[in-house]
Nanobody, 120 residues
Framework: QLQASGGGLVQAGASLRLSCAAS????????MGWFRQAPGKEREFVAG????????YYVDSVKGRFTISRDNAKNTVHLQMNSLKPDDTAVYYC???????????????WGQGTQVTVSS
């Protein structure tokens, strides 16, 4: 199970931290990721992390602003979002599955979404 939290309404330039708590299994061979979906747009893969190695992936639009990290002791993945822009407004979802490459990361386990709204 994945439980996401941390969304909210902020002004442009502000920061938010999303968290995704994982339970019900072992995740050492898994990758965890954050996706987002804005109204009228396709779901977008934003950031990912390989649980064991800590290797990360970011979509170009968030590089330098977002940081994904993991807390092994708490089985939790965080997405630190800085310098938020109105274009970052979306419902953010965490997801997990075995890692087979970021290009083929189509996770089967999903948490509930958390709304992030950035006002201009």
């Amino acid at each position: 199970q994945l439980q996401a939290s941390g969304g909210g309404l902020v002004q442009a330039g502000a920061s938010l931290r999303l968290s995704c708590a994982a339970s019900g299994g072992t995740f050492s061979s898994y990758a965890m990721g954050w996706f987002r979906q804005a109204p009228g747009k396709e779901r977008e893969f934003v950031a990912g992390i390989i649980w064991s190695a800590g290797s990360t992936y970011y979509v170009d639009s968030v590089k330098g602003r977002f940081t994904i990290s993991r807390d092994n002791a708490k089985n939790t993945v965080h997405l630190q979002m800085n310098s938020l822009k109105p274009d970052d407004t979306a419902v953010y979802y965490c997801a997990a599955d075995r890692y087979t490459g970021w290009g083929s990361f189509r996770p089967r386990s999903w948490g509930q979404g958390t709304q992030v709204t950035v006002s201009s």
